[in-house]
């Protein structure tokens, strides 16, 4: 079955540690982003990537880093550098273009990250 | 810039009764992609609707209708006789284009609560 995966589902991090979150997809699709939910917000775009080995920040990207090393991999580290890491951090893919099936994204399950 | 405005912060409704979650929207494109989005307990963002601004035409899913107003930048989405299922979270998104792709502006969501 085509879709995104993120693992893992459940994350805890002391302070002061790096972790990283995994977010792969087999549905052949170019661009991937990273979003972080909190509770009673939208969801907010942390970075974005269109392109093998290249990346653009999105709207609250301190704190965080990516790599796109691999189509279908996109890989995001929450840096000991982000203030407030606790929240609910959500992968989407979509198709590369202007035409009307490539405005939508898919997302993934998502990764609920607890600092303690 | 592009924003997004959903004002129902949360709403509780007997099963059965309809319902309508708003949205109102600002951008200076002229051509924009309006999208609604579910988010059950679980977590994953659910796809519901894409609607291009050059159409203005209303639609109907099963139970499910939206109502798409250029005059008034809103995109509402209706729940007729609503059911317990139907609880969970829906966010408004408007697409902002990008050179390549697009990145998705959302809405704060709506918490939509149907009691039996």
């Known amino acids: 079955d085509g879709g995104i995966t993120q693992s893992p589902k459940y994350l805890f991090r002391k302070e002061g540690q790096n972790v990283t979150l995994s977010c792969e997809q087999n549905?052949?699709?170019?661009?991937m982003y990273w979003y972080r939910q909190d509770p009673g917000q939208g969801l907010r775009l942390i970075y974005y990537?269109?392109?093998?080995?290249?990346?653009q920040k999105g709207d609250i990207a301190e704190g965080y880093s990516v790599s796109r090393e691999k189509k279908e991999s996109f890989p995001l580290t929450v840096t000991s550098a982000q203030k407030n890491p606790t929240a609910f951090y959500l992968c989407?893919?979509?198709?590369?273009?202007?035409?009307?099936?490539?405005?939508?994204?898919?997302f993934g399950p998502g990764t609920r990250l607890t600092v303690l | 810039a592009q924003k997004v405005t959903q004002a129902q912060t949360e709403i509780s409704v007997v099963e059965k009764e309809d319902v309508t979650l708003d949205c109102v929207y600002e951008?200076?494109?002229?051509?924009?992609?309006l999208f609604w989005y579910k988010q059950p307990p679980s977590g994953e963002l659910v796809f519901l609707i894409r609607?291009?601004?050059?159409?203005?035409q209303n639609e109907i899913s099963g139970r499910y209708s939206w109502n798409f107003q250029k005059s008034t930048s809103s995109f509402n989405f209706t729940i007729t006789a609503s059911q317990v299922v139907d609880s969970a979270v829906y966010f408004c998104?408007?697409?902002?284009?990008?050179?390549?792709?697009?990145?998705?502006?959302f809405g704060a969501g709506t918490i939509l609560r149907v009691k039996s």
């Open positions: 989407a893919s979509s198709p590369l273009g202007q035409g009307e099936s490539d405005n939508e994204q898919f």
């Open positions: 549905l052949n699709h170019d661009a």
């Open positions: 990537s269109q392109i093998v080995n290249d990346f």
């Open positions: 951008t200076r494109d002229t051509t924009y992609y």
């Open positions: 609607r291009n601004s050059f159409d203005e």
């Open positions: 998104a408007l697409s902002e284009l990008m050179e390549y792709g697009n990145k998705l502006v």
